[in-house]
């Protein structure tokens, strides 16, 4: 009789980044867990040891990433093919895709306890997923206080427990251990005494208008500013590159190496720009100012915002007030983030926990 396996069915790179710690704590625990990856998870998680080889699965699971809409509803026989692979006794996936919201309520009708991760700082995203995500899990894992109150208002009788965001500080830690001038050297970027603003790209449908927005309004800043953009992971970098030549500012601005972490990127920068990314909440921490730029700003909220750490603008002058701003204004510490954000610490080792509780109780 085989030990109780966990079985994780990802689609994000958010929900991914977020779990991987966990996975290594599970490894070091001797506990049994498997992953069935498909989109953006897949490319992160290509060769991880526990993912579920692809040789016996159903042939549309292996699609490509832009194949698999989120809104989509899928054929049962792919469903049941996930269900299958995962072979679990406890399920785990983001709350990013119908298809998990399928594969969970497949589950659950075979008495499979089943969780979700949110692994978002914004209520507009909570909002949201409820366009594709509608099967009730057994239990949500979420980040911040907040966003806890929020799924409990919003979804009466759920079971919710705050358990903080792993990926933010798996990235504190990552960061900690960049080089500024090695990240500088690498990019190939020079200063010339001016601060570098870093635009860190997103994806979406909303996304290109962001885009279009930060290059018209930076023909007006180059001259105070050293200008990067980092494409988002899940970016093929030609909407960025067609952008920057429609613009003419090809040979103005840099569009970092595709080699480059974001992690090195922010690093790199004294300000970071957004659009609608975790990569905004995630600069605060490890002490770098950040503005949202987005012409829609309505859409997106998360908690640098509602807070007042971190502007969101949508017209030139409210970016140029901003930028002063950030200019003459260091964010907080991060342990004073963490707390006035309702965000706990530990958070990997909390999730492990928690599966560990769980198992043994199968």
């Not at 991880?48 to 490509?64: G, I, M």
């Not at 979406?204 to 200008?227: A, K, N, T």
């Not at 494409?231 to 590159?241: D, G």
């Not at 090809?250 to 990127?265: G, N, S």
């Amino acid at each position: 009789m085989r030990k109780p396996r966990i079985g994780f069915f990802l689609y994000d790179a958010g929900e991914t980044g977020a779990l991987l710690p966990v996975f290594e704590l599970l490894t070091v625990r001797k506990i049994d867990y498997r992953i069935y990856a498909i989109t953006t998870a897949a490319k992160i998680l290509v060769d991880h040891p526990q993912r579920v080889a692809e040789t016996n699965v159903h042939p549309l699971l292996k699609r490509p990433a832009e194949s698999w809409p989120r809104e989509e509803v899928y054929d049962e026989a792919v469903v049941q093919e996930v269900c299958n692979a995962l072979d679990c006794d406890l399920f785990l996936t983001g709350m990013a895709s119908k298809i998990q919201s399928q594969v969970l309520a497949r589950l659950q009708s075979q008495k499979v306890p089943a969780w979700t991760i949110f692994e978002s700082f914004s209520e507009n995203y909570a909002h949201f997923t409820h366009a594709y995500f509608d099967a009730k899990p057994n239990l949500i894992l979420t980040t911040s206080l907040p966003i806890l109150d929020f799924f409990k208002s919003f979804r009466p009788g759920q079971s919710v427990e705050l358990v903080g965001q792993p990926s933010l500080e798996k990235w504190i830690q990552s960061a900690s251990q960049i080089s500024r001038a090695d990240v500088l050297k690498k990019s190939g970027v020079e200063l010339r005494d001016r601060p570098l603003l870093i635009y860190a790209g997103g994806y979406g449908p909303d996304f290109p208008e962001g885009l279009r927005l930060f290059l018209d309004f930076s023909r007006r800043l180059i001259e105070d500013f050293e200008i990067c953009v980092a494409a988002h992971p899940r970016s093929t970098r030609e909407l960025e590159q067609e952008s920057l030549k429609a613009f003419g500012l090809q040979d103005k601005i840099r569009l970092l190496p595709a080699d480059m972490t974001t992690a090195e990127a922010i690093v790199a920068a004294d300000i970071v720009m957004s659009h609608r990314s975790l990569v905004g909440m995630q600069a605060l921490f490890i002490g770098k100012p950040t503005v949202y730029l987005d012409p829609f700003p309505a859409r997106y909220k998360d908690l640098a915002i509602e807070l007042g750490w971190s502007p969101q603008v949508q017209t030139f002058d409210q970016l140029k007030a901003a930028l002063d701003r950030c200019l003459h204004q260091k964010p907080p510490p991060a342990s004073s983030l963490f707390e006035a954000a309702g965000i706990p610490t530990n958070s990997a080792q909390r999730i492990a926990d928690l599966i560990e509780l769980k198992i043994s109780m199968i």
